[in-house]
């Protein structure tokens, strides 16, 4: 537990379950990203197509009107038939399939950290504002304290002037962190995809997290699950099967024809003919001279080495982001260790007590302000060590692609 001090309770109060379930379902940006699958499994169906045939009609007439030589109609039917190409691209698209859906569980992994760091914020913020509304309430009762005994004689004008400037210098503190509060609640709303809906309030409270880890555990769990590092493997596939439909694709298409063709009586009396029908077959192959230039086979394969040296890439990066995320929560643990609830009960002790002696004439202002400072710093440095060492453990998760957070 933080802070005893209590917080107006608001209609929109927010809990991080219902948050991060918000979040999910209406984020803006995720809400875009999950197109991306849809589109790589449209253009899958559109890799299944086969070729269309094509159907040719042709009319003749040989001067029939004049020197009666007939008219002739006739009907081809042609296909172009690809060797491979087909299932060449088909593979391509399950691969990119691959590709995107591990792009949106990486999406995922980032806005589910970002979205729960930001309500750590929150958390920090509200707990930022109870300390200036607290301390400000202090310097105030102890301005109000003071113009009192000056009425009576009991006090200088220098020590209530200072008093009043110390409560004048905390209400602005204490509007400042209000204002920081409400920003981060509008930050909740945006990353819930509805910048407008006027959050009050979080629930929850920043707490230690005492759990232990392994990071060669850390390490091994990063390399199986983290989504940018399988998307960057299928990416490295993907180019794979891209140079092996760039080299099919060389392979030139055979078409195939098949035609019927009827020529009427010839009437001429010089070359008569009577009517009659003819069937065509025929084979047509281009001659694949454009082969001999290999420019786009060596720019695919030069993508393939490319694609696997940003693999090899990303998981180097994955590696030390874990190291780095381990050492971060490490220390962050052992700055958290550094404060307690005791020694905040023992600064307000202190403050207590400078306060009754200051009543009493038998301390200085000063020393009533300092006790006052004293208890503020450390009652936010522990606040400011909470946050680090939950937000540390969250980097944590998400650099070994976790996407779950118990807070």
Same mark, same amino acid.
């Given at each position: 537990?933080?802070?005893?001090?209590?917080?107006?309770?608001?209609?929109?109060?927010?809990?991080?379950?219902?948050?991060?379930?918000?979040?999910?379902?209406?984020?803006?940006?995720?809400?875009?990203?999950?197109?991306?699958?849809?589109?790589?499994?449209?253009?899958?169906?559109?890799?299944?197509?086969?070729?269309?045939?094509?159907?040719?009609?042709?009319?003749?007439?040989?001067?029939?009107?004049?020197?009666?030589?007939?008219?002739?109609?006739?009907?081809?039917?042609?296909?172009?038939? %690809?060797?491979?190409?087909?299932?060449?691209?088909?593979?391509?698209?399950?691969?990119?399939?691959?590709?995107?859906?591990?792009?949106?569980?990486?999406? &995922?992994?980032?806005?589910?950290?970002?979205?729960?760091?930001?309500?750590?914020?929150?958390?920090?913020?509200?707990?930022?504002?109870?300390?200036?509304?607290?301390?400000?309430?202090?310097?105030?009762?102890?301005?109000? %304290?003071?113009?009192?005994?000056?009425?009576?004689?009991?006090?200088?004008?220098?020590?209530?002037?200072?008093?009043?400037? &110390?409560?004048?210098?905390?209400?602005?503190?204490?509007?400042?962190?209000?204002?920081?509060?409400?920003?981060?609640?509008?930050?909740?709303?945006?990353?819930?995809?509805?910048?407008?809906?006027?959050?009050?309030?979080?629930?929850?409270?920043?707490?230690?997290?005492?759990?232990?880890?392994?990071?060669?555990?850390?390490?091994?769990?990063?390399?199986?699950?983290?989504?940018?590092?399988?998307?960057?493997?299928?990416?490295?596939?993907?180019?794979?099967?891209?140079?092996?439909?760039?080299?099919?694709?060389?392979?030139?298409?055979?078409?195939?024809?098949?035609?019927?063709?009827?020529?009427?009586?010839?009437?001429?009396?010089?070359?008569?003919?009577?009517?009659?029908?003819?069937?065509?077959?025929?084979?047509?192959?281009?001659?694949?001279? %454009?082969?001999?230039?290999?420019?786009?086979?060596?720019?695919?394969?030069?993508?393939?080495?490319?694609?696997?040296? &940003?693999?090899?890439?990303?998981?180097?990066?994955?590696?030390?982001?874990?190291?780095?995320?381990?050492?971060?929560?490490?220390?962050?643990?052992?700055?958290?260790?550094?404060?307690?609830? &005791?020694?905040?009960?023992?600064?307000?002790?202190?403050?207590?007590?400078?306060?009754?002696?200051?009543?009493?004439?038998?301390?200085?202002?000063?020393?009533?302000?300092?006790?006052?400072?004293?208890?503020?710093?450390?009652?936010?440095?522990?606040?400011?060590?909470?946050?680090?060492?939950?937000?540390?453990?969250?980097?944590?998760?998400? %650099?070994?692609?976790?996407?779950?957070?118990?807070?």
């Amino acid at each position: 537990m933080l802070l005893a001090a209590s917080w107006p309770l608001a209609a929109q109060q927010l809990d991080y379950e219902s948050y991060i379930q918000r979040v999910m379902e209406h984020n803006a940006g995720y809400r875009a990203a999950q197109m991306e699958l849809p589109i790589a499994q449209s253009e899958l169906k559109q890799a299944r197509m086969f070729n269309d045939p094509t159907v040719s009609f042709s009319y003749g007439n040989n001067s029939d009107w004049d020197i009666a030589m007939g008219q002739s109609a006739e009907l081809e039917v042609s296909k172009s038939f %690809s060797l491979g190409k087909r299932r060449s691209r088909m593979n391509v698209a399950k691969e990119n399939i691959k590709v995107q859906e591990a792009g949106l569980q990486d999406y &995922e992994r980032n806005l589910r950290a970002d979205a729960t760091v930001a309500y750590l914020s929150a958390l920090l913020a509200r707990e930022t504002a109870l300390i200036s509304r607290d301390y400000a309430d202090n310097m105030r009762t102890l301005y109000h %304290s003071d113009s009192l005994r000056h009425s009576r004689g009991d006090l200088s004008e220098i020590d209530v002037t200072q008093s009043r400037l &110390e409560s004048t210098v905390a209400q602005q503190e204490c509007i400042a962190a209000q204002a920081a509060y409400r920003n981060a609640l509008a930050r909740l709303d945006w990353m819930m995809g509805d910048p407008t809906r006027g959050t009050q309030e979080v629930g929850g409270t920043l707490t230690r997290q005492h759990t232990l880890v392994d990071l060669q555990q850390l390490l091994q769990t990063c390399a199986a699950q983290r989504p940018d590092i399988i998307q960057a493997h299928h990416q490295a596939e993907a180019a794979e099967r891209e140079l092996r439909l760039t080299r099919i694709e060389r392979i030139p298409d055979i078409d195939l024809s098949v035609g019927m063709s009827h020529s009427t009586r010839v009437r001429n009396e010089e070359a008569p003919a009577p009517p009659f029908n003819g069937y065509t077959i025929g084979v047509s192959l281009p001659l694949p001279v %454009s082969t001999l230039n290999r420019g786009e086979v060596q720019a695919q394969q030069y993508r393939v080495q490319q694609a696997s040296s &940003e693999a090899e890439a990303a998981r180097h990066t994955a590696q030390v982001e874990v190291m780095e995320a381990y050492n971060d929560y490490v220390s962050a643990m052992t700055r958290a260790d550094a404060y307690s609830t &005791e020694i905040i009960e023992q600064a307000r002790q202190v403050l207590d007590g400078k306060m009754y002696a200051y009543q009493r004439g038998e301390t200085s202002l000063l020393e009533v302000l300092n006790a006052q400072h004293l208890y503020l710093d450390i009652q936010q440095e522990y606040a400011n060590s909470l946050y680090e060492c939950m937000k540390c453990w969250v980097e944590l998760n998400r %650099s070994i692609g976790s996407i779950s957070y118990n807070l």
